[in-house]
């Protein structure tokens, strides 16, 4: 068997279907589906027992463990050589699993990487691209450069257990973070580019819970002994406490930003919004928001499709 | 040993890919083999592709993963010593690879450019002009991609590419720029200063994707702490959106150009330019209303006989080969 994907879920039945279909529907690897169900009290136990299919199995926390507790509990059972953890809302492309698993056996890596994709009510919100490995090993311990959160990564199940499970202290945020930070000092990874994977925004996920994030930081900043880039670390949460609406904690951390040298990207980042606001406040028509339409947006709408129904489908 | 493998990603353009693929086929003085990667084609490439038999190695993505994808993938089934890229839609003159190498050999260097030019979908020449020197397109690749031509203009020894990643797949415009900075940093490259390669523009089409452009400069600033000529990237875009016929467009790019341009541009360049996309957009409007002619008279051209040269081989190529539609 090639890969072991781990899918640690909770309370999200909608969206756990869609994404077991995207893990299932894997192309040209031989894999198995692990998913740990962190005493779920909705239908999560039905809808796992209806799948009825030989390469789910099925492991039931009576009490909620956490995060890493669960991602680590379903890699002890892994039997594959090569592990992969996919969070209960985001979604895979099809190739996913088997162009970072050949791209790493290719160049001899442990550990792998893609880009990704942010997506928010079927519209695409963001697509950077994805750091070069270079920039990955240099950037990790100042700033969390990967993409994706924990859905993003796969790793040899033999250096996983040898560089360590995920740390249960870190809860909430910032665990994929420690755990890649570690896996880059084991050695370099292998970057497939192109956005394969998709990160759900929404009100009730991991990424909405800034403040923990602060605070995850400034442990890891203790852990690893590493000079945290303040500056970029500021600027992202400003980002998002945007989303969220929370406008004056945002000014505050672009403050912070610019403080610590970001002058012009937190500019960037607030321009559109006081925009959006005066806009707003002078009684004028609301613009729509862009659709994105860059070479990463139209590979990763062209995957997408499949599984989400995608408002802005025209632009692709 | 095969001496170099030709990498050439496709998709959806059968046509095209024809004409290339002959511009390919009538190298000479050395032993080759081609690499086609197809992209997820929908069109009848497929069967083009099998039609020709052994003379191509062909590999093909289900589904489409993006012209770096293919490009790597080409690359990783490569057999020779050396690999060079074409596009599918762009043409080499006969003696490319030829003269590319033995200058490689002469310079003892391990990757090489050529000059070019730039055509239209019927093969006409619109620009081109000698390329830069090595030490040139060394010193200023980090304010402006300056080997010509993208990906199809380059070969470079094959164990010498940067592994995993060679084309940056999260790139689309600028994955060239960003390999070359790369190939740049471990030695300087051999130059042929011929045109050797037409590269082709398609006008007004969705490709010409103007704001992407934009931000991938940002990219590549923020990876090599690059300074990006802010002012000659928008005379750049600015010349491209006058082709494709955005006047507005070229005018907000000009005036970007002069924001960002240092006194030179403003006091000599800036008002021409201003002038020459007036009197263009004139024209063609004069035109429209059947007051003008459709050929305006010639501007004074500095590099026609680098045109010239390129017209013979491109003539050549396409009277061998008649095309009857091209897309």
Same mark, same amino acid.
């Given at each position: 068997m090639d890969v072991s994907v781990v899918i640690p879920t909770r309370n999200r039945s909608a969206l756990l279907s869609r994404t077991l279909r995207s893990a299932l529907r894997q192309e040209r690897v031989d894999f198995e589906v692990i998913v740990v169900d962190e005493a779920s009290n909705d239908d999560t136990p039905a809808l796992l027992s209806a799948l009825g299919d030989h390469r789910v199995r099925v492991l039931r926390h009576e009490f909620p463990r956490g995060l890493s507790a669960a991602r680590n509990h379903g890699a002890e059972h892994a039997r594959a050589e090569w592990l992969a953890f996919l969070d209960d809302d985001d979604l895979w492309a099809p190739d996913k699993l088997f162009r970072q698993v050949s791209a790493a056996s290719e160049a001899g890596r442990?550990?792998?990487?893609t880009g990704s994709v942010n997506i928010e009510n079927g519209r695409i919100v963001r697509s950077a691209p994805a750091p070069s490995e270079e920039e990955v090993v240099a950037a990790l311990p100042r700033f969390p450069v990967l993409p994706g *959160?924990?859905?993003?990564? &796969? +790793?040899?199940?033999? =250096? #996983?257990?040898? +560089? *360590?499970? #995920?740390? =249960?202290?870190?809860?909430? *945020?910032g665990e994929d973070w420690e755990l890649w930070i570690r896996l880059a000092k084991h050695g370099w990874p292998a970057g497939?580019?192109?956005?394969?994977?998709?990160?759900? &925004?929404?009100?009730?996920?991991? #990424?909405?819970? =800034?403040?923990r994030i602060v605070r995850a930081t400034t442990v890891i900043q203790t852990l690893h002994d590493t000079p945290i880039d303040w500056g970029r670390m500021y600027q992202w949460l400003a980002e998002r406490y945007l989303r969220q609406g929370r406008w004056l904690t945002a000014l505050n951390m672009s403050t912070k930003a610019a403080a610590y040298g970001q002058v012009a990207g937190a500019a960037a980042m607030l321009l559109p919004h006081v925009r959006l606001r005066l806009r707003r406040r002078l009684g004028l028509q609301e613009e729509p928001p862009p659709i994105l339409s860059d070479h990463r947006a139209v590979l990763a709408r062209a995957w997408l499709r499949e599984f989400e129904p995608i408002l802005d489908d025209s632009a692709g | 040993m095969t001496e170099v493998s030709v990498i050439i990603p496709t998709r959806n353009r059968s046509k095209l890919l024809e004409l290339s693929l002959r511009s390919v086929f009538w190298q000479r003085n050395v032993d080759f083999e081609t690499v086609v990667v197809d992209d997820g084609s929908t069109d009848d490439t497929p069967r083009m592709l099998q039609s020709l038999g052994d003379r191509i190695r062909v590999f093909s993505h289900e589904r489409a993963q993006g012209v770096s994808a293919a490009r790597n993938r080409g690359i990783a089934e490569a057999r020779g010593e050396w690999v060079a @890229?074409?596009?599918d839609d762009d043409l080499w003159a006969p003696d490319k690879l030829e003269l590319q190498l033995q200058a490689l050999r002469r310079d003892d260097r391990r990757w090489a450019y050529a000059g070019a030019v730039e055509i239209t979908t019927d093969n006409r020449i619109l620009a081109g002009r000698p390329p830069a020197s090595p030490e040139t397109v060394v010193k200023e690749l980090m304010v402006r991609n300056t080997v010509p031509a993208g990906a199809s203009n380059v070969i470079v020894r094959k164990e010498w590419l940067p592994i995993p990643t060679v084309f940056d797949g999260s790139l689309y415009h600028s994955a060239d720029w960003d390999l070359w900075i790369r190939l740049a940093r471990r030695? %300087? %490259?051999?130059?042929?200063?011929?045109?050797?390669?037409?590269? !082709? @523009?398609? %006008?007004?089409?969705?490709?010409?994707d103007l704001d992407g452009m934009f931000s991938e400069a940002d990219e590549i600033e923020r990876r090599y702490g690059a300074r990006v000529d802010r002012s000659g990237f928008n005379q750049y875009l600015a010349r491209l959106a006058k082709r494709a016929g955005w006047g507005r467009r070229a005018l907000r790019y000009y005036c970007r150009a002069a924001m960002a341009g240092n006194r030179r541009y403003v006091t000599r360049e800036f008002l021409p330019d201003v002038w020459r996309l007036c009197s263009d957009v004139l024209w063609s409007r004069m035109h429209r209303l059947g007051i003008a002619q459709r050929s !305006? %008279?010639?501007r004074r051209d500095p590099h026609r006989l680098w045109k010239e040269e390129a017209r013979l081989w491109i003539d050549r190529l396409v009277r061998e080969v008649p095309l009857q539609s091209v897309k």
């Open positions: 442990d550990w792998a990487y *959160g924990g859905s993003n990564v &796969i +790793v040899r199940r033999k =250096t #996983f257990t040898q +560089v *360590g499970p #995920f740390d =249960t202290r870190l809860d909430c *945020g497939v580019r192109e956005p394969l994977m998709a990160k759900r &925004i929404h009100s009730s996920n991991m #990424f909405g819970e =800034t403040d | @890229f074409l596009d030695g %300087p %490259p051999a130059c042929v200063a011929k045109p050797l390669v037409a590269y !082709r @523009f398609h %006008p007004g089409s969705a490709s010409l !305006r %008279p010639p």
